[in-house]
């Protein structure tokens, strides 16, 4: 599966982005998604996830900011993300997989190029 990101650009402080994620080049199932981030310096961490059976999970840092959703007819995987602060500010990539339980520790196959997100004060 190959994944496209986009949707990254600069913004102040308190706005709003869209990100979004098409998969392409594989017929097997996508059941799992999920957005993480990696700032300058700082390691990848976990933004939010979503199994296909509708299970969400997110990070306590963007919990009621952020939300992630899917639209299977255009299989593509959104994060919207509001409220943003400067500390929102990193490299976002998406994830997705054919197996459920990922989304418990991580281990996506197939990873997009990541789509960067600034966010100015």
């Known amino acids: 599966v190959q994944l496209q990101a986009s949707g990254g650009g600069l913004v102040q402080a308190g706005g709003s982005l869209r990100l979004s994620c098409t998969s392409s080049?594989?017929?097997?199932?996508?059941?799992?998604a999920g957005w993480y981030r990696q700032a300058p310096g700082k390691q990848r961490e976990l933004v939010a996830t979503?199994?296909?059976?509708?299970?969400?999970n997110y990070s306590d840092s963007v919990k009621g900011r952020f939300t992630i959703s899917r639209d299977k007819s255009k299989n593509t995987v959104y994060l919207q993300m509001n409220g943003l602060k400067p500390e929102d500010t990193a490299v976002y990539f998406c994830?997705?997989?054919?197996?459920?339980?990922?989304?418990?520790?991580?281990?996506?196959?197939?990873w997009g190029q990541g789509t960067l997100v600034t966010v100015s004060s």
């Open positions: 080049g594989s017929e097997e199932s996508i059941n799992a």
């Open positions: 994830a997705a997989d054919s197996r459920s339980w990922v989304v418990a520790t991580g281990d996506f196959r197939s």
């Open positions: 979503s199994t296909y059976g509708g299970t969400t």
